[in-house]
């Protein structure tokens, strides 16, 4: 395969990381192919110190790399799934997921404690809703404090004694060489991961079958089908960046097992279940029928209603947790 391929990522440290990985592996394959990386800085770069939910939802942080996709500039992008809103503009298409990272997040404290560990009051930095509420949940005794910025700049808060831990992506640190400073990967069953974290998104133009076809070198069918499951449990529930929410999947041999969780933005309201099934779909279907049967829809009020799920768009919830690591 010869010629050049155009990359669009955002500028941050991970996304960076990540478009230079999936290079690295496209050329493994495709000796004969150059990739440029194309920078793009995105709305949700420029909000950094405000919360999704102010400034607008996920959707922020893939705007300006879609335009350019779409604009011809770029020929493909890859994305942390997470970032991705529920649907796609028209043209565009996800037609690679390559192996998945490590779903779990991680607590990074200053002086090396678990979650357990840390002393009552301390403070534990995430703009989060989800990990505010699983923080809370867990350990009530915490302060959960308004954390944003990348990687390194909440590192330099935790290590200035701003906080005493931060909880990050498991996957981020991986992916920039920051393995070693995760002190406790936090079980994710129990401190459930965000929608599709650790999985990363191939995401170019429909008509372009040739870029398609090379891209997808890198798919991992195991990884799309478990992003699948996850956020079709996601629309399923009608979920978006004002609620927090959750799914965890993994396999038990050909079966798809997958727990989640829904609750209200102040934790008042908690609920959670899991589902099997062999069909992603069918799984996320039951996960959510399960969750709104036990409540689900008090802790979405002003979301979703008990008979649909989901009230005004039901086709693009803003998922939570874009933009953070």
């Not at 705007?63 to 503009?89: C, Q, T």
């Not at 008042?268 to 689900?296: F, H, I, K």
């Not at 829809?297 to 693009?316: D, E, K, N």
Request: glycine share 10%; proline share 6%; with cysteine.
């Amino acid at each position: 395969m010869h010629g050049t391929l155009v990359l669009a990522t955002r500028r941050s440290a991970l996304a960076l990381a990540q478009s230079r990985a999936v290079r690295v592996a496209l050329l493994a394959r495709f000796p004969d192919l150059r990739i440029e990386l194309r920078e793009v800085v995105t709305e949700g770069d420029r909000f950094l110190d405000r919360s999704l939910a102010e400034v607008g939802g996920k959707g922020l942080f893939v705007k300006a790399i879609e335009a350019e996709l779409l604009a011809g500039r770029a020929d493909f992008a890859v994305h942390s799934f997470k970032d991705l809103p529920a649907e796609l503009p028209p043209g565009l298409a996800i037609v690679a997921v390559p192996p998945r990272e490590a779903a779990e997040d991680v607590l990074v404290a200053r002086r090396g404690e678990s979650l357990a560990a840390l002393p009552r009051g301390a403070r534990v930095g995430t703009s989060s809703l989800r990990r505010a509420v699983l923080l809370r949940r867990l350990r009530p005794d915490l302060v959960v404090v308004p954390l944003r910025g990348n990687v390194d700049t909440r590192l330099r808060k935790l290590e200035a004694g701003e906080v005493d831990a931060v909880v990050l992506a498991r996957a981020g640190l991986v992916r920039l060489g920051l393995a070693e400073l995760a002190g406790e990967i936090l079980d994710p069953r129990e401190f459930i991961p965000a929608i599709a974290q650790g999985a990363l998104a191939l995401e170019a133009r429909e008509e372009d079958g040739a870029v398609g076809e090379i891209l997808r070198a890198l798919d991992d069918p195991q990884s799309a089908a478990r992003v699948r499951a996850e956020r079709a449990f996601l629309r399923a529930v009608g979920g978006n960046c004002h609620v927090p929410i959750g799914a965890y999947t993994w396999w038990e041999g050909e079966i798809l097992a997958m727990k989640g969780f829904v609750a209200a933005p102040d934790g008042t309201s908690y609920v959670e279940a899991e589902a099997r099934g062999r069909d992603p779909d069918e799984v996320a279907r039951t996960l959510a029928e399960a969750l709104l049967a036990r409540g689900a829809a008090r802790a979405l009020a002003g979301w979703a209603t008990p008979a649909s799920g989901v009230r005004g768009s039901p086709s693009l919830p803003s998922p939570p947790d874009a933009g953070e690591v």
